[in-house]
T-cell receptor, first 109, second 113 residues
């Protein structure tokens, strides 16, 4: 059973067109929910950690939120440089991180 | 910069040959991990280490072994490489906090012919 599922697989936006990426997770045993950004040929880069429902974190045009069964990564007025694959991961049992397959975001100028 | 270096960054080998990937960290972190990344599967944990000589299996550990004889180095060995082990391998580190995030290296692309 997948602990973490991301949707959509790919998302194409025009510059300035806001949208959200979804991460559904298995609730039982979750210690923390993590968001990463990955550029082609690079390792994932940490963005946010969320621990409890209702929590929100922001960084520039990105805002991550957590509900009781989903997390969202909101992208406000995206720019072409926001194009990347965004990964969601849940930590279940200490040190066991389960990653989703990612959402590939393409922002066109 | 989390101070993680992976080597080699690219390797092509033949089925049945042994392969060792190295992860080196400069930050003296306790926890180190090896993941593989394949299209459609995301990142999957192979093995991790919680200290020198202390390791544990992840979800896809078959065909892989690891060793950690020094805090700074975590080695991943494929005793007899198979084509199904063609992948991009990422090393990650975590500090000692119970709730810390992972920091990843740049990856090692392995092709098994």
């Amino acid at each position: 059973e997948d602990q973490v599922t991301q949707s959509p697989e790919a998302l194409r936006l025009q510059e300035g067109e806001s949208s959200s990426l979804n991460c559904s997770y298995t609730v039982s045993g979750l210690r923390g929910l993590f968001w990463y950004r990955q550029d082609p040929g690079k390792g994932p880069e940490f963005l946010f950690t969320l621990y409890s429902a209702g929590e929100e974190k922001e960084k520039e045009r990105l805002k991550a939120t957590l509900t009781k069964k989903e997390s969202f990564l909101h992208i406000t007025a995206p720019k072409p440089e926001d194009s990347a694959t965004y990964l969601c991961a849940g930590e279940y049992n200490f040190n066991k991180f389960y990653f989703g397959s990612g959402t590939k975001l393409n922002v066109k100028p | 910069d989390a101070g993680i270096t992976q080597s080699p960054r690219h390797k092509v080998t033949e089925t049945g040959t042994p392969v060792t990937l190295r992860c080196h960290q400069t930050e003296n972190h306790r926890y180190m991990y090896w993941y593989r990344q394949d299209p459609g599967h995301g990142l999957r944990l192979i093995h991790y280490s919680y200290g020198v000589k202390d390791t544990d299996k992840g979800e896809v550990s078959d065909g892989y072994s690891v060793s950690r004889s020094k805090t700074e180095d975590f080695l991943l060995t494929l005793e007899s490489a198979t084509s199904s082990q063609t992948s991009v391998y990422f090393c990650a580190i975590r500090d000692g906090r119970d709730t810390g995030e992972l920091f990843f290296g740049e990856g090692s692309r392995l092709t098994v012919l």
